[in-house]
């Protein structure tokens, strides 16, 4: 990434800083709880991607091995914060929608905007097609892995045993972690001939010091700590004024505002026409969801009150069904063009549509 091309990212990104401000002001004038909701989620928006462009410049100066780890272990640190708050405030249900829409949003709606314009302007597009069978087929396990507490639920609800329902949880949840750090240490260290290596797609001369990407990531977590307890905060009274459901904000809310910068640059890759890169971010990404932050969760959820445990409701549990069989029928001839793209966003339109309109 040259230099130009991060001060624009800067640029465009951080004026909606401000909205930190406006946050904080509106939190400690007891101001309207929707007003805190917006300026809090704009906030997370420019400190996620301030996150990821710290670690960025942090990993070009660790070597390949060390960066595709801390690439792929905070790749989604503003989302895990904000369940984490989530979790405490015991909005379990709205923890369960985000992880879902999070891999909703990348399959559908960021691969599908990334397939759309990059086909539009530069026609057929090519990507690695064994890294990506690999990945949808990692994909299809997830689905399985996260479908089967929610298919034996009624089964423990009905017998009260509420004990095992959450050891079955925690079971599976070793099992995805394991099989996530197989799966990047695969990444990272296995490489086939012909393949450019994962790393040097991400690869960039470093741009900042290291005592201020460190200083920049330090900022940014912590704006994105406060900001998380502020929109966490408002969830309830938001849902309540405005009609939404918690289900509606978990699905479709909390994961474009975790995620809009990680979207952002995948978009632009397509756009660029480096098709590989951008079918990187959007599966690798889906897949940090499924096999590492939503197994994470279940584990910290265990410090407080309310355990989280991987049932889901059956509109998620189709939802991730759907996009799973879609994206994997998309990614296994290792080619797109701007009509597959289009197909990816009517699915994300028809599922966000049936959200909302999904009664509480």
Not at 34 to 57: D, K, N, Q, R
Not at 234 to 249: D, H
Not at 308 to 337: H, K, Q, R, W
């Amino acid at each position: 990434m040259t230099q130009p091309t991060i001060i624009k990212r800067l640029l465009n990104l951080n004026t909606l800083l401000v909205f930190g401000v406006v946050a904080v002001i509106l939190r400690l004038t007891d101001g309207d709880d929707v007003a805190i909701f917006a300026a809090s989620a704009l906030a997370i928006i420019p400190l996620a991607g301030l996150i990821g462009m710290a670690t960025e410049e942090i990993a070009s100066r660790t070597g390949p091995q060390i960066g595709g780890l801390l690439n792929a272990t905070l790749g989604n640190a503003a989302e895990l914060i904000i369940t984490i708050f989530a979790l405490r405030e015991g909005l379990l249900e709205l923890v369960r929608a985000s992880i879902i829409g999070s891999v909703l949003g990348n399959l559908l709606l960021v691969m599908g905007l990334a397939i759309l314009l990059g086909g539009l302007k530069n026609g057929l597009q090519t990507f690695d097609r064994r890294r990506a069978t690999m990945n949808a087929t990692l994909l299809i396990l997830s689905f399985m892995a996260l479908a089967i507490p929610s298919l034996f639920d009624v089964t423990f609800v009905e017998n009260r045993e509420f004990e095992s329902e959450l050891l079955l949880s925690e079971g599976i949840a070793l099992v995805l972690i394991a099989l996530y750090a197989a799966n990047v240490m695969y990444s990272l260290l296995v490489t086939h001939p012909g393949d450019e290596p994962a790393e040097d797609m991400h690869h960039h001369d470093p741009q900042w010091s290291t005592q201020m990407a460190l200083g920049v990531l330090a900022f940014a977590t912590v704006g994105i700590v406060f900001m998380s307890e502020f929109l966490v905060g408002t969830v309830e009274p938001v849902v309540e004024e405005l009609g939404w459901s918690e289900l509606f904000v978990g699905v479709i809310i909390v994961p474009i505002i975790g995620n809009v910068a990680e979207h952002l640059v995948a978009v632009q890759a397509a756009i660029k026409n480096q098709m590989e890169l951008a079918v990187s971010i959007a599966l690798g990404s889906s897949l940090q969801i499924a096999l590492f932050v939503a197994p994470v969760l279940v584990f910290i959820s265990l410090l407080f009150e309310d355990k989280l445990i991987l049932a889901f409701t059956l509109p998620e549990i189709i939802a991730l069904a759907a996009a799973s069989y879609v994206t994997a029928l998309v990614a296994e001839d290792g080619e797109s063009n701007w009509f597959e793209g289009l197909m990816l966003l009517a699915v994300y339109l028809i599922v966000a549509l049936a959200f909302f309109l999904l009664p509480e």
